[in-house]
């Protein structure tokens, strides 16, 4: 469902995203979190069992982890079938 450009204007950019993440991973360093770990860690609030609303969320935020990857500012292994990320 399309929005207005002032519901557009209130959201936030990627690098505001960006940051939020990074923040909570340096808080502690020597852990590494899952990608909903993260979500939670930083405020986002989970759908309510809406499915393909979820997926879409964690699409999202995909894409970000995965520009912060590209930067080199957080890295990503995969353990046990799950991806983990954490600080460089």
Known sequence: MPIEIDEFNK??????VQNRILAFLREDNTKAYTLEEIMEGIGHKKGTGDLPL??????SYSIILGQLI???????????????????
């Open 11 to 16: 959201g936030k950019h990627d690098i505001d």
């Open 54 to 59: 979820l997926l879409m969320q964690s699409i």
């Open 70 to 88: 590209k930067d080199r500012r957080i890295k990503s292994k995969m353990i046990d079938f799950q991806n983990y990320y954490m600080v460089q």
